[in-house]
């Protein structure tokens, strides 16, 4: 069935270095995939996506990564900064569906 | 210039009332959507409307209605409000309802059912 999971659901790391987020979704012919940060009380909003015609899409110091073989997309963030703390929700698309499904989340915090 | 807004924010009410949640957008998209996101942030689609019609209508309560007047608003009602029905709203636009197009969320409507 309809089904993307998302690891880890908690992520601390420190400033300055990496953080990295996993999804894996079940309908291989999903085509899109979308991430969505939430800062605490806001708004899920779009913050970088990529679909199946590419591996790699990268924006200043975010990147995603997406292998349809395995049915695998990550979210890379480098020098991590106090204001990246959010939680991360990856989803993809159900064309079938004409919907996306979400991702359980991942809440990241940056210690200074 | 709000892209997707949504009325109330904060919503408090006792179980068993009948309350309404407004949603409006003015990014000229034919789509839009409600989600649902309960205490553990987990985001589920409750229903979609295109230009008017009625696309997806997950498996909810059917004390829950929307109503969409025109392609630039969605209205959502919910009857006889239980404890569980407590969470945040998220209304959401997309310019043709296609999987493949990107979703705007609006601030969101925190509802307390007591």
């Known amino acids: 069935g309809e089904n993307v999971e998302q690891h880890p659901s908690t992520l601390s790391v420190q400033e300055g270095d990496s953080a990295v987020i996993k999804c894996t979704y079940s309908?291989?012919?999903?085509?899109?995939f979308p991430w969505y940060k939430q800062e605490l009380g806001k708004r899920p909003q779009l913050i970088i996506d990529?679909?199946?015609?590419?591996g790699e899409k990268k924006d200043q110091r975010i990147a995603v990564t997406l292998n349809k073989t395995a049915k695998h997309f990550s979210l890379h963030i480098t020098e991590t900064q106090p204001e990246d703390s959010a939680v991360y929700f990856c989803?993809?698309?159900?064309?079938?569906?004409?919907?996306?499904?979400f991702g359980s989340g991942t809440r990241l915090s940056i210690r200074p | 210039d709000t892209a997707v807004s949504q009325t109330p924010k904060y919503l408090v009410t006792q179980m068993g009332n009948d309350k309404s949640i407004k949603c409006e957008q003015n990014?000229?998209?034919?789509?839009m959507y409600w989600y649902k996101q309960d205490s553990k942030k987990f985001l589920k689609i409750m229903f979609s409307?295109?230009?008017?019609?009625?696309?997806i209508n997950e498996t909810v309560p059917n004390r829950f209605s929307p109503k969409s007047p025109d392609k630039a608003h969605l209205n959502l009602h919910i009857n006889s409000l239980e404890l569980g029905d407590s969470a945040v709203y998220f209304c959401?636009?997309?310019?043709?309802?296609?999987?493949?197009?990107?979703?705007?969320f609006g601030p969101g409507t925190r509802l307390t059912v007591l």
């Open positions: 990529i679909r199946s015609n590419v």
């Open positions: 990014l000229g998209h034919d789509t």
């Open positions: 989803a993809a698309s159900y064309s079938s569906a004409s919907k996306i499904i």
């Open positions: 959401a636009s997309s310019p043709s309802g296609s999987s493949t197009d990107t979703q705007y």
């Open positions: 409307y295109n230009n008017k019609e009625l696309i």
């Open positions: 309908d291989s012919a999903s085509n899109y």
